[in-house]
């Protein structure tokens, strides 16, 4: 063996060694890990309270339950059963409120109430008072404990092997659980089953806090059944109990095969209402499950994680927060991958020398490049622009005496005029220059996905800006210190934001007196920064990781990433 072969040999090993990654989690972890936060608290009850010649009774029908969404607009499957109650509406619930009365009358007195005459009963219901209002419980708690009120968009049957209902809620980027095919399940298949058992927080056992957290129990499809009207229903080991109704069972593939719907004292005897049936209202009610951004930026950030690549992780998590705020885990694992780097647990990046050997051979390639460029100019140089040559790469300015590529605007000399930072440009003419190009690669085409675009100021950036919502979702533009204009007005905006909610100049993010801001430019919609709730900006100065809103989150949503 050479000493050529001989060294590669030897930084294999070393590259294998160095790339090893760290004990991942189980599959089952991984499916819980990844499924949790898609999983919501359903409330289905009324409450209300009575006086009867003095004393208070207070009664309630309904209860809690679990739901998922499917979508990430809001449709959540759960249980009929769970929502009956508010399926039923007001008026019946008013009088089954009232049956509950007599229903503890009856157990206070006993036999004594069922020998009650006519009469005596009539004068007892004079006697019985509503307190107040009936209590209407019908929202999902997410995770962070924030309540959406919800409509029931389809009912099957509780009780029965079509015991599932579709609710709605108005929200975005909720992640979702994909619906899998339960004619497919065999006897033995390894399932995990998440929801919200209300056995220990109805005896008080939980602070509140984790009364939000949804619970993972597993276990295996143990029979595949039919229930009595015709439909199949799933057998499963996996313990379940008052409160899990309609939380997801997911299969090792992490699609989920069914409803938990029927338990029983007897463990391994609890039952699931199939996937197949749910698919049939689906398909019904015409909506198209589907996975949402936050699913792909959680799943992203869990494998940097997995992989110990910490630092990206946490841009993963932290987008992830962005795109759903009420999620269940991005803020525990960003508090982890912290900890892993100051523990000095980051994955260290590949060995240089690959990158070293690119950039000495892209070096050689450019200089012979400009090698060329300088015979031909000295050799065919007109008075006038010359006709042939070769662009420069992508963020250099051109050589002496070319034309600049196309969308391509050199940095600007000192003294830049004050106003033109704001994105007011000055005069043409001596001293001063034309609109500021909109932020192009060079070639007018699209930024890559993750690539950042050169501004009009080139090599004076200081950061980027990352989209995260709107039609530029994904895309980063350099940040200068001299400024960068987002807007609607080609030509004028160096971000350029195609949204009529949009101004023409919106927003100028740059330097002032030291100090990174945003200044809004007299919007109609105004520009926020981070959270729309804080009210408009006038001038705000800004630090790493915050995030500029042009009019509304979904219009255009700029994280500031420095350095």
Known sequence: MGRLQAFLACALVLFVGATANAEEPSPQQKIALIAKPSVVRVWGAYIATYDISGTKIQTAIGGTGTGWFMTPDGYIATNAHVVDDIHKGDDAAKVALRQEVYKRIRKEVGAEFDRMPQSQLDFLDTKIKLVGQIERRAYVILPDGTKLDYEVKAFGKPGSGNDCAIIKVKIENAPTLPIGDSARSQVEDHIVVLGYPGVADAQDLLDEKSQLQASVTDGSVAAIKNAASGEQILQISAPITHGNSGGPAIDQHGNVVGLATFGSDVQGFNFLVASSTLNEMVKGLKIEPKQSETNKMWNEGLDHYWGDEYSDAIHDFEQVQLLFPAHSEATGFIKNANQAKKDGKEKKKESNSGLIAGLVVGGIALLGGAVVIMKRGKQHRPPGPPQHGFPPPQGFPPPQGFPPPQGFAPPQPQGFPPQQMYGRAPPPGPGGSGPVAKTMAVGQSAPPQGGIAPTAFGSLSIGSLTCVRGQLNGQRFALTATGVIVGRQPGVAHVLVN?????????????????????????????????????????????????????EPDCCSLQVKLG
């Open 499 to 551: 949204d009529h909610r949009a101004s023409g100049k919106h927003v100028w993010i740059g330097i002032e007196n030291g100090k990174l801001v945003a200044i809004d430019q007299g919007t109609t919609n105004g520009t926020y920064v981070n959270d729309v709730t804080r009210g408009r900006i006038t001038r705000a100065e800004l630090r790493d990781g915050d995030v500029i809103i042009v009019s």
